[in-house]
């Protein structure tokens, strides 16, 4: 009996590791993606996610079953197909015409009796209201009926080595019983735990409450540390001190900003249709994204002010950035903090050089030279500024060498250093 056949439509940080973790589960996966290049390096072994080694994706590739491809024919005769393409704002409002060319370009392939499933983050009604009709027309066919369709919010943390796509509790649903029954037994190949809900609009309201619930929080401590500052006030000590509270409290910690597909842009979807439909803002979305936003322009004045304290003004200054990724231990650049950052002391003058071992020299911000973190590079440095924490720096090099050191992550200690 041949295996199913599996669509995944987009291989970057989120489908790619469904598409190994389904292979290893015993299905014939296709991998589509519309970038040809990306398609040619994972075709030949090269993963560019971090989560995915190229000996588990040379695995995948050996056993036959995982084929990467930018041809939709390729899809002909699948039983299931997974979207996870990007789902950006554009001039504020939700842009989901990758969520419509994918339900365009695979909707001639659907055929009675398959499954597709929609992992993108967006706004509750996407499902139903947006790619049903894509799949309808383009094939023919209805659901529920002929077809089944659901949603299943993607939870993949990239650099988490701890909670991963198989022990993650995976929401899944669908536009009838039917529908609920197929997702959730294929996710059940998948994942450890499922957690079923009534309907699609319930699963993709569930995504938005998660970021959002990060980024109010997060912009709430981030305030917090900037008045804490203008006070005098240890912020970190407080929180780490409110911590020990074992009950009705949840430790967030200051940042530069926020970064990645989610916090920026998720809570906004919410905000946005809260607008659209019901004609009042969501107040606490809108603020927590103003104050969070603000955090980069905080972050280069906190070190033009630090500069001057020992006596060298930011412009013509030799600044060390550690990290240009939106989190620790990734590549990932999406609308990263770190490199709005970069560019605000770029635009005060500072000559900014950067350490960053993960992402690729294409997504690197122009004008920022990308060095290895040495003692002559921290030592060079009129300051050095911590942007985005990965494990594999050395920070007791970093203090025993650099005259002044801003530390946006708690991860340095030291009298020249100075934290956010």
């Not at 994942?191 to 699609?200: F, Y």
């Not at 004045?301 to 304290?309: E, F, I, S």
């Not at 990308?370 to 920070?395: G, K, M, Q, W």
């Amino acid at each position: 009996m041949n295996a199913e056949k599996l669509v995944v439509i987009g291989q970057g940080y989120v489908g790619l590791p469904l598409a190994m973790r389904a292979v290893e589960a015993g299905l014939d996966v296709v991998g589509l993606d519309v970038d040809a290049d990306r398609v040619k390096r994972l075709a030949s072994g090269e993963s560019f996610v971090e989560d995915i080694g190229a000996d588990r994706l040379g695995r995948a590739l050996a056993s036959g079953r995982y084929r990467p491809s930018t041809e939709y024919p390729d899809a002909e005769g699948f039983d299931i197909c997974v979207i996870t393409v990007p789902t950006p704002l554009r001039d504020g409002a939700p842009d989901l015409s990758y969520v419509e060319q994918a339900g365009t370009a695979v909707g001639p392939y659907v055929r009675p009796g398959c499954t597709v499933v929609l992992e993108s983050t967006t706004y509750p009604g996407t499902t139903e209201d947006l790619l049903r009709p894509l799949l309808e027309a383009a094939s023919g066919l209805r659901s529920p009926g002929d077809f089944h369709l659901g949603y299943s919010p993607e939870r993949i943390d990239p650099g988490n080595p701890t909670w991963r796509l198989e022990n993650t509790p995976k929401v899944v649903s669908g536009v009838d019983a039917a529908s609920l029954s197929r997702v959730d037994g294929f996710y059940r190949r998948l994942v450890e735990r499922t957690v079923p809900v009534d309907s699609t609009r319930v699963a993709e309201l569930t995504k938005l409450i998660e970021n959002t619930f990060r980024q109010v929080n997060i912009a709430l401590i981030n305030e917090l540390a900037m008045a804490s500052h203008q006070l005098g006030i240890d912020a970190w000590q407080a929180i780490e001190a409110a911590s020990s509270k074992p009950f009705g409290f949840m430790p967030f910690r200051p940042g530069p900003g926020v970064g990645g597909h989610c916090l920026p842009i998720d809570p906004c979807y919410l905000s946005w249709q809260v607008k659209r439909t019901l004609g009042r803002p969501f107040r606490f979305i809108e603020l927590a994204d103003d104050i969070n936003h603000q955090m980069p322009e905080h972050v280069a004045q906190r070190v033009m002010a630090g500069l001057n304290r020992i006596g060298r003004p930011v412009n013509g200054a030799r600044l060390l950035l550690l990290g240009l990724a939106y989190k620790k231990n990734t590549g990932d650049m999406r609308d990263s903090p770190a490199v709005d950052v970069a560019r605000r002391l770029q635009a005060l003058g500072a000559d900014v050089r950067a350490v960053e071992p993960y992402a690729e020299p294409q997504h690197i911000p122009g004008g920022v030279l990308v060095v290895e973190l040495t003692a002559r590079e921290i030592a060079a440095a009129d300051a050095v500024v911590l942007v985005t924490d990965h494990d594999s720096f050395d920070y007791d090099l970093v203090t025993r060498h650099a005259r002044y050191v801003f530390d946006t992550r708690d991860r340095c200690r030291g009298d020249m250093v100075e934290r956010l």
